[in-house]
């Protein structure tokens, strides 16, 4: 079935569109749990609650219009990807170093974070977002020495960020082989396609004068006289 033009563009829109606003959806859940639950809790001070919710809606409402103008239809990440788990890996290590409570979640948060990427990001991004992310979870780590004097506490945290870059180095691995396996295929049909465009030319010209077949001005006068 063809479609028209239309419709692969709001086809292609719509796939360009789908991480932004599934980012969206996903700021807005964590605005709500954190404004109706882990402020009124005590789990988190209002001030930072503040701070982060301005650091959140730059994340909601920055990436959707750009995409969505297509001003980023011309670089090597159209979908913006990999600034998009940079700034939701933020998000998380702001929660982390102002929330001590929510240590544990914000890890996880950013593991789950890592998955968006998985199956579009170039080997060269997927590097930077790992080493990126455990990084900066190396860093939280150490703001967490620092800052937090409770040492049970500390020992917590360490266990729980080593878990953290475990997972993060794992599924890092596994986007990195991935994404070579996918720039494997994509050699491969390439190299596939120059292959049959060759024989195809090679089945309408004559190897000896190089001129076209009779077989082909025949099948060519009769799309003429159709």
């Not at 789908?18 to 809790?41: C, K, N």
Request: contains cysteine; hydrophobic residues 50%.
């Amino acid at each position: 079935m063809r479609h028209t033009r239309r419709e692969r563009f709001t086809h292609k829109g719509l796939h360009r569109l789908r991480l932004p606003l599934t980012g969206t959806l996903v700021y807005a859940i964590w605005l709500v749990l954190m404004h109706g639950y882990a402020v009124p809790q005590g789990l988190m001070a209002p001030r930072a609650a503040i701070w982060l919710t301005a650091y959140d809606l730059i994340g909601m409402l920055g990436f959707y219009p750009v995409i969505r103008c297509g001003w980023s239809a011309r670089s090597s990440d159209p979908q913006l990807m990999l600034p998009q788990i940079l700034v939701g890996c933020g998000a998380c290590a702001i929660c982390f170093a102002t929330a001590p409570e929510l240590r544990a979640v914000a890890l996880q948060v950013m593991c789950f974070i890592q998955l968006f990427g998985m199956a579009v990001l170039a080997a060269t991004q997927t590097r930077v977002i790992t080493l990126g992310t455990i990084g900066m979870q190396v860093g939280l780590l150490a703001w967490a020495w620092v800052t937090d004097a409770d040492r049970q506490r500390f020992m917590l945290d360490t266990i729980a960020v080593a878990a953290s870059i475990y997972i993060v180095g794992s599924i890092g691995l596994q986007s990195y082989r991935f994404s070579r396996y996918r720039d494997q295929v994509q050699q491969e049909q390439g190299a596939l396609n120059d292959a049959i465009d060759q024989v195809r030319v090679q089945l309408i010209h004559d190897p000896l004068t190089g001129l076209l077949t009779r077989d082909h001005l025949i099948e060519q006068l009769r799309r003429e006289v159709a």
